[in-house]
Protein backbone atom coordinates (compact mmCIF):
# COMPACT_ATOMS: atom_id res chain seq x y z
CA UNK A 1 0.00 0.00 0.00
CA UNK A 2 0.96 3.34 -0.83
CA UNK A 3 -0.03 6.59 0.58
CA UNK A 4 -0.36 10.68 0.29
CA UNK A 5 -1.25 11.80 3.87
CA UNK A 6 -2.89 15.65 3.59
CA UNK A 7 -2.79 16.33 7.21
CA UNK A 8 -3.24 19.64 9.44
CA UNK A 9 -0.92 18.65 12.53
CA UNK A 10 -2.83 19.38 14.61
CA UNK A 11 -2.40 17.23 17.48
CA UNK A 12 -4.80 14.28 16.80
CA UNK A 13 -2.86 14.96 13.07
CA UNK A 14 0.42 13.87 14.88
CA UNK A 15 -0.92 10.41 16.31
CA UNK A 16 -1.48 9.70 12.68
CA UNK A 17 1.72 10.54 11.39
CA UNK A 18 3.71 8.89 14.14
CA UNK A 19 1.61 6.23 13.45
CA UNK A 20 2.07 6.19 9.52
CA UNK A 21 5.69 6.41 9.73
CA UNK A 22 6.18 2.99 11.88
CA UNK A 23 4.01 1.34 8.88
CA UNK A 24 6.55 3.12 6.70
CA UNK A 25 9.77 1.72 8.73
CA UNK A 26 8.20 -2.14 8.77
CA UNK A 27 7.56 -1.27 4.97
CA UNK A 28 3.87 -2.11 5.72
CA UNK A 29 2.94 0.78 4.04
CA UNK A 30 5.10 3.41 1.25
CA UNK A 31 4.69 6.68 2.67
CA UNK A 32 4.92 8.48 -0.88
CA UNK A 33 4.41 12.00 0.58
CA UNK A 34 2.44 14.24 3.52
CA UNK A 35 1.36 17.15 2.31
CA UNK A 36 -0.63 19.79 4.94
CA UNK A 37 -3.56 22.07 4.83
CA UNK A 38 -4.37 25.31 6.31
CA UNK A 39 -6.85 24.33 9.18
CA UNK A 40 -5.58 23.75 12.82
CA UNK A 41 -2.63 26.11 12.11
CA UNK A 42 -2.02 27.72 8.71
CA UNK A 43 -0.90 25.15 5.96
CA UNK A 44 3.06 26.34 6.58
CA UNK A 45 3.07 25.86 10.03
CA UNK A 46 1.19 22.68 9.59
CA UNK A 47 4.54 21.87 7.73
CA UNK A 48 6.81 22.26 9.61
CA UNK A 49 4.97 20.47 12.80
CA UNK A 50 4.70 17.62 10.31
CA UNK A 51 8.27 17.97 9.42
CA UNK A 52 9.36 17.72 13.03
CA UNK A 53 7.53 14.72 13.97
CA UNK A 54 8.42 13.06 11.13
CA UNK A 55 12.38 13.91 11.89
CA UNK A 56 11.48 12.58 15.12
CA UNK A 57 10.00 9.59 14.01
CA UNK A 58 13.63 9.39 12.11
CA UNK A 59 11.89 9.80 8.82
CA UNK A 60 13.56 13.10 7.61
CA UNK A 61 13.83 12.24 4.09
CA UNK A 62 9.97 11.92 3.44
CA UNK A 63 8.85 14.36 0.57
CA UNK A 64 7.12 17.04 2.59
CA UNK A 65 4.92 20.24 1.26
CA UNK A 66 2.65 22.57 2.29
CA UNK A 67 -0.82 22.99 0.21
CA UNK A 68 -2.98 25.21 -0.44
CA UNK A 69 -3.19 28.60 2.12
CA UNK A 70 -6.63 29.31 2.63
CA UNK A 71 -9.99 27.47 2.16
CA UNK A 72 -12.04 28.37 -1.13
CA UNK A 73 -14.07 31.00 -0.08
CA UNK A 74 -14.16 31.92 3.52
CA UNK A 75 -11.24 33.24 5.51
CA UNK A 76 -8.76 31.04 7.23
CA UNK A 77 -10.00 29.94 11.47
CA UNK A 78 -7.61 28.40 12.86
CA UNK A 79 -8.30 26.99 16.29
CA UNK A 80 -5.75 27.79 18.51
CA UNK A 81 -7.81 26.36 21.55
CA UNK A 82 -7.73 23.41 20.82
CA UNK A 83 -4.32 22.46 19.30
CA UNK A 84 -2.09 25.50 20.68
CA UNK A 85 -0.84 28.31 18.81
CA UNK A 86 2.37 26.17 17.41
CA UNK A 87 -0.62 23.58 16.80
CA UNK A 88 1.33 21.11 19.10
CA UNK A 89 -0.04 22.06 22.05
CA UNK A 90 3.00 23.55 24.26
CA UNK A 91 5.48 21.98 22.15
CA UNK A 92 7.14 23.94 19.20
CA UNK A 93 8.28 22.51 16.06
CA UNK A 94 12.02 23.71 14.92
CA UNK A 95 11.54 26.86 12.12
CA UNK A 96 12.70 25.37 8.58
CA UNK A 97 11.88 26.29 5.17
CA UNK A 98 8.89 24.86 3.99
CA UNK A 99 8.06 23.33 0.35
CA UNK A 100 5.03 24.42 -1.56
CA UNK A 101 5.34 21.83 -4.53
CA UNK A 102 2.18 20.06 -2.94
CA UNK A 103 0.66 19.00 -6.30
CA UNK A 104 3.40 17.77 -8.08
CA UNK A 105 4.20 15.37 -5.36
CA UNK A 106 0.34 14.30 -5.59
CA UNK A 107 0.94 13.92 -9.50
CA UNK A 108 4.26 11.98 -9.04
CA UNK A 109 2.46 9.45 -6.60
CA UNK A 110 -0.67 9.09 -9.15
CA UNK A 111 1.68 8.51 -12.02
CA UNK A 112 2.99 5.34 -10.21
CA UNK A 113 -0.09 3.93 -10.23
CA UNK A 114 -3.54 4.48 -7.97
CA UNK A 115 -5.00 0.32 -7.37
CA UNK A 116 -2.74 0.56 -4.14
CA UNK A 117 -2.88 4.54 -3.89
CA UNK A 118 -4.15 5.55 -0.93
CA UNK A 119 -4.80 9.71 -0.10
CA UNK A 120 -6.06 9.79 3.54
CA UNK A 121 -7.52 13.43 4.20
CA UNK A 122 -7.06 14.85 7.93
CA UNK A 123 -7.79 17.86 7.32
CA UNK A 124 -10.07 21.25 5.47
CA UNK A 125 -10.67 19.46 1.69
CA UNK A 126 -9.22 22.32 0.30
CA UNK A 127 -6.15 20.60 -1.66
CA UNK A 128 -8.20 17.82 -2.77
CA UNK A 129 -10.84 20.56 -4.35
CA UNK A 130 -8.00 22.59 -5.68
CA UNK A 131 -6.32 19.36 -7.38
CA UNK A 132 -9.30 18.40 -8.97
CA UNK A 133 -9.30 21.72 -10.91
CA UNK A 134 -5.65 21.63 -11.18
CA UNK A 135 -5.02 18.06 -12.50
CA UNK A 136 -8.46 16.80 -13.31
CA UNK A 137 -6.98 13.48 -15.33
CA UNK A 138 -5.11 12.82 -12.14
CA UNK A 139 -7.79 13.76 -9.89
CA UNK A 140 -9.97 11.36 -12.24
CA UNK A 141 -7.60 8.33 -11.05
CA UNK A 142 -7.47 8.23 -7.45
CA UNK A 143 -9.44 5.35 -6.50
CA UNK A 144 -9.01 5.11 -2.40
CA UNK A 145 -10.39 8.64 -0.47
CA UNK A 146 -10.58 8.41 2.85
CA UNK A 147 -11.17 11.60 4.99
CA UNK A 148 -11.86 12.44 8.37
CA UNK A 149 -15.01 15.35 9.08
CA UNK A 150 -18.62 15.70 9.22
CA UNK A 151 -21.34 14.95 12.05
CA UNK A 152 -24.24 13.20 10.16
CA UNK A 153 -27.86 13.85 12.85
CA UNK A 154 -25.18 13.84 15.30
CA UNK A 155 -23.66 16.96 17.69
CA UNK A 156 -20.94 18.97 15.97
CA UNK A 157 -17.76 20.07 17.99
CA UNK A 158 -17.98 23.58 16.17
CA UNK A 159 -21.18 24.82 16.26
CA UNK A 160 -24.07 22.80 16.89
CA UNK A 161 -24.60 20.71 13.90
CA UNK A 162 -20.73 21.04 12.31
CA UNK A 163 -17.68 19.07 12.47
CA UNK A 164 -14.27 21.49 12.34
CA UNK A 165 -13.07 20.20 9.12
CA UNK A 166 -16.52 20.49 7.06
CA UNK A 167 -17.14 23.24 9.17
CA UNK A 168 -13.30 25.48 7.73
CA UNK A 169 -13.78 24.42 3.83
CA UNK A 170 -17.09 23.72 3.42
CA UNK A 171 -17.00 24.41 -0.57
CA UNK A 172 -13.92 22.40 -0.83
CA UNK A 173 -15.90 19.38 0.96
CA UNK A 174 -18.96 20.47 -1.40
CA UNK A 175 -17.04 20.33 -4.56
CA UNK A 176 -15.39 16.91 -3.89
CA UNK A 177 -18.81 14.71 -2.90
CA UNK A 178 -19.93 17.07 -5.95
CA UNK A 179 -17.14 15.51 -8.59
CA UNK A 180 -15.31 12.12 -6.55
CA UNK A 181 -14.17 9.84 -8.93
CA UNK A 182 -15.53 7.11 -6.42
CA UNK A 183 -17.24 7.17 -3.32
CA UNK A 184 -14.80 8.63 -0.63
CA UNK A 185 -14.73 7.23 3.07
CA UNK A 186 -15.49 9.75 5.63
CA UNK A 187 -14.70 8.97 9.09
CA UNK A 188 -17.37 11.58 11.10
CA UNK A 189 -17.42 12.51 14.45
CA UNK A 190 -20.18 10.01 15.63
CA UNK A 191 -17.28 7.36 15.21
CA UNK A 192 -13.79 9.15 15.67
CA UNK A 193 -15.30 10.94 18.89
CA UNK A 194 -14.76 7.14 20.42
CA UNK A 195 -10.82 7.25 19.45
CA UNK A 196 -10.71 8.21 23.12
CA UNK A 197 -6.67 8.78 24.83
CA UNK A 198 -6.64 8.71 28.24
CA UNK A 199 -3.33 10.20 30.53
CA UNK A 200 -3.25 6.41 31.96
CA UNK A 201 -2.89 5.39 28.40
CA UNK A 202 -0.62 8.58 27.59
CA UNK A 203 2.32 7.36 30.17
CA UNK A 204 2.35 3.61 29.25
CA UNK A 205 2.66 5.10 25.45
CA UNK A 206 5.41 7.23 26.79
CA UNK A 207 6.57 4.23 28.27
CA UNK A 208 6.05 2.02 25.55
CA UNK A 209 8.44 4.69 23.48
CA UNK A 210 11.29 4.30 25.05
CA UNK A 211 14.35 6.25 24.02
CA UNK A 212 12.45 7.58 21.06
CA UNK A 213 12.83 11.32 21.06
CA UNK A 214 9.15 11.29 20.49
CA UNK A 215 8.78 9.69 23.93
CA UNK A 216 10.00 13.49 25.52
CA UNK A 217 7.50 15.46 23.29
CA UNK A 218 3.97 13.38 23.58
CA UNK A 219 3.57 14.78 26.89
CA UNK A 220 3.50 18.39 26.30
CA UNK A 221 1.64 18.35 23.05
CA UNK A 222 -0.67 16.11 24.22
CA UNK A 223 -1.25 17.75 27.38
CA UNK A 224 -2.62 20.30 25.96
CA UNK A 225 -5.22 18.38 24.16
CA UNK A 226 -6.65 16.47 27.29
CA UNK A 227 -6.68 20.64 28.89
CA UNK A 228 -8.69 21.44 25.82
CA UNK A 229 -11.06 18.63 25.77
CA UNK A 230 -11.87 18.72 29.88
CA UNK A 231 -12.34 22.64 29.22
CA UNK A 232 -15.53 21.80 26.91
CA UNK A 233 -16.76 19.10 28.88
CA UNK A 234 -15.37 16.06 27.98
CA UNK A 235 -13.37 15.15 30.92
CA UNK A 236 -9.44 15.16 30.99
CA UNK A 237 -8.67 12.78 28.02
CA UNK A 238 -8.53 13.59 24.47
CA UNK A 239 -10.38 12.18 21.31
CA UNK A 240 -8.05 11.07 18.59
CA UNK A 241 -10.19 11.13 15.33
CA UNK A 242 -7.43 11.29 12.94
CA UNK A 243 -5.56 8.24 14.01
CA UNK A 244 -8.59 6.40 13.79
CA UNK A 245 -9.03 8.10 10.29
CA UNK A 246 -6.11 6.27 9.16
CA UNK A 247 -6.46 3.18 10.32
CA UNK A 248 -9.61 2.79 8.74
CA UNK A 249 -8.23 3.96 5.92
CA UNK A 250 -5.77 1.37 5.74
CA UNK A 251 -8.40 -1.27 6.60
CA UNK A 252 -6.84 -2.20 9.56
CA UNK A 253 -9.29 -2.13 12.00
CA UNK A 254 -12.38 -3.92 12.06
CA UNK A 255 -15.02 -1.14 11.00
CA UNK A 256 -18.15 -1.13 9.47
CA UNK A 257 -19.56 1.52 7.06
CA UNK A 258 -23.08 2.09 5.02
CA UNK A 259 -22.97 3.72 1.09
CA UNK A 260 -25.00 7.32 0.75
CA UNK A 261 -24.90 10.30 -0.66
CA UNK A 262 -23.42 13.02 1.40
CA UNK A 263 -23.44 16.75 1.06
CA UNK A 264 -23.16 19.81 3.09
CA UNK A 265 -24.33 23.69 3.49
CA UNK A 266 -21.35 26.07 2.79
CA UNK A 267 -22.83 29.43 3.08
CA UNK A 268 -25.52 30.06 5.34
CA UNK A 269 -23.35 31.59 8.87
CA UNK A 270 -26.13 29.03 10.81
CA UNK A 271 -25.63 26.03 9.14
CA UNK A 272 -22.20 26.28 7.52
CA UNK A 273 -20.41 23.00 7.41
CA UNK A 274 -23.33 20.62 8.07
CA UNK A 275 -23.33 17.45 6.60
CA UNK A 276 -26.15 15.49 5.84
CA UNK A 277 -26.22 12.07 4.00
CA UNK A 278 -29.21 10.76 1.52
CA UNK A 279 -29.92 7.09 2.72
CA UNK A 280 -32.55 6.10 1.23
CA UNK A 281 -32.56 7.95 -2.53
CA UNK A 282 -34.74 10.74 -1.96
CA UNK A 283 -32.06 13.19 -3.70
CA UNK A 284 -31.86 10.62 -6.44
CA UNK A 285 -28.39 11.47 -6.72
CA UNK A 286 -25.52 8.49 -6.78
CA UNK A 287 -23.97 7.27 -3.94
CA UNK A 288 -20.82 9.27 -3.42
CA UNK A 289 -19.62 8.07 0.40
CA UNK A 290 -19.19 5.10 2.61
CA UNK A 291 -20.12 6.86 5.82
CA UNK A 292 -18.41 4.98 8.37
CA UNK A 293 -20.56 3.86 11.37
CA UNK A 294 -18.55 1.78 13.58
CA UNK A 295 -14.82 0.81 13.96
CA UNK A 296 -13.24 -1.34 16.64
CA UNK A 297 -11.24 1.12 19.01
CA UNK A 298 -9.85 -1.29 21.60
CA UNK A 299 -7.94 -3.10 18.31
CA UNK A 300 -6.94 0.46 16.78
CA UNK A 301 -5.26 1.30 20.27
CA UNK A 302 -3.24 -1.93 20.23
CA UNK A 303 -2.19 -1.34 16.99
CA UNK A 304 -1.03 2.54 18.14
CA UNK A 305 0.39 0.40 21.17
CA UNK A 306 2.07 -1.79 18.61
CA UNK A 307 3.44 1.05 16.72
CA UNK A 308 5.13 2.87 19.52
CA UNK A 309 6.99 -0.32 20.37
CA UNK A 310 8.28 -0.08 16.31
CA UNK A 311 9.48 3.09 17.03
CA UNK A 312 11.41 2.16 20.65
CA UNK A 313 12.97 -0.46 18.31
CA UNK A 314 13.69 1.28 15.90
CA UNK A 315 15.53 3.87 17.68
CA UNK A 316 17.45 1.55 19.66
CA UNK A 317 18.69 -0.13 16.33
CA UNK A 318 17.13 -3.73 17.12
CA UNK A 319 18.59 -6.21 14.79
CA UNK A 320 15.33 -8.51 14.38
CA UNK A 321 13.57 -5.22 13.26
CA UNK A 322 16.67 -4.07 10.92
CA UNK A 323 16.13 -7.94 9.17
CA UNK A 324 12.75 -7.69 8.79
CA UNK A 325 13.24 -4.26 6.89
CA UNK A 326 15.33 -5.36 5.20
CA UNK A 327 14.00 -8.73 3.80
CA UNK A 328 10.26 -6.60 2.82
CA UNK A 329 12.50 -3.68 1.30
CA UNK A 330 14.21 -7.07 -0.94
CA UNK A 331 10.74 -8.89 -1.72
C1 LIG B 1 -10.91 17.36 13.37
O1 LIG B 1 -10.69 18.75 13.62
C2 LIG B 1 -9.34 18.99 13.91
O2 LIG B 1 -9.19 19.95 14.91
C3 LIG B 1 -8.74 17.66 14.26
O3 LIG B 1 -7.38 17.62 13.90
C4 LIG B 1 -9.57 16.67 13.47
O4 LIG B 1 -9.03 16.46 12.18
C5 LIG B 1 -11.94 16.86 14.34
O5 LIG B 1 -13.13 17.56 14.16
CA1 LIG C 1 -6.78 17.25 11.63
Redesign the pocket.
Known sequence: MRVIYDC??????TYALIYLAALAHTQDIELECVTTSA??VDADQCARNAAWILSLCGLPTIPLAAGMQAPLEWELTT?PD??GDTGLGYATAPTRHVEHDWAMLWCDAIDRGTDDLHLII??PMTNLAAFAHLHPQHYAKLQHITV??GAFLYPG??TPTA???FWVDPHAAKHVFATTPSPITVCP?NV?ERMILTPDHLERIIDTLGTSPLAQHLEPITRFYFEFHEDTGDGYQA?I??LL?VMVALKQVPSDSRLSTADLEPNSPLTRGTSIADDTGMWDRDPNAHILTNADITTAWQLFDTACSTHARIHAGDPALERLRHMRADD
Open positions: DPGIDDGNTTHTGMGNTEWNLTQHDT
